[in-house]
């Protein structure tokens, strides 16, 4: 990497860092929303295959920026795929902001991706409202990841899918996924997002209205308008 780029990235890092805070939901109005649905528990999953490696400091940066995002009464955990299969699938926490460390601990690993095992491991997990998942190739057999968004639409359970295109200049097929994206998120409910590593601000934005829709749906989430940069935006997404 040259020195003019690694410059420009360290720059861009900075300015991540000193972005304003994203403005957060109403705290109780989050916590009669959970305890009326009985959800309140979000799975935040990355894809750490090594098609992401180019750009993984910048969008772990970023990704680690979003969990500042989430509010208190939240329930997270943490699930990533690499080298064929999911390496780890946290326990939930109210403190989210404990995973931003973790996410500079993790390294991208060659081999195909395993969206299905982090999808199967959801349809096991009680009180979730929504997955979060932030990747840019699709490796696997379709028709699983069909079968389990079925399973996951019966459990209530919406797909929030931030689409990386990064690693289509290096010749991956980021046209497969988007294609797949869509249709998991046809099945389940939900969006399909671009995860712009320009506009980390706006990704940020996106997760603190998924948050608020994770308890609220779109009735709470259209009350969180004026609180909320990205809600509108989000809104039309589901829509």
Known sequence: ?????????????????KGKAVAKPGKDRLKKAAQKTGKNRLLFSLDATASRE?????ATQITGT?????????????????????QEMTDFSKKPKVFADKLHTIKCR????????ILR??????GLACIVYIGDCFEEDQEVA??????LKLKGVKLFMFHDRSSEKN???????????????DITGGAVMDFNAQAPKKAEELLAAIAVYTVGGQKLLKSQQK?????????????
């Open 171 to 185: 010749g991956f097929n980021v046209d497969y996924a988007a294609h797949v994206f869509k249709t998991l998120v």
């Open 121 to 126: 491991r959801a349809v096991d997990c009680q």
């Open 146 to 151: 069909e079968a389990l968004a079925k399973q």
């Open 227 to 239: 609180r909320l940069p990205a809600a509108a935006k989000l809104l039309k997404h589901l829509d």
């Open 66 to 86: 979003m969990f500042d995002s989430v509010p208190d009464d939240i329930e997270v955990a943490l699930a990533y795929h690499g080298g064929n299969y999911v």
């Open 1 to 17: 990497m040259s020195k003019d780029l690694i410059l420009k990235k360290q720059a861009f890092l900075d300015k991540i860092k």
């Open 110 to 117: 060659a081999g195909a991706t395993d969206l299905n095992g």
């Open 54 to 58: 180019e750009a993984w400091a910048v």
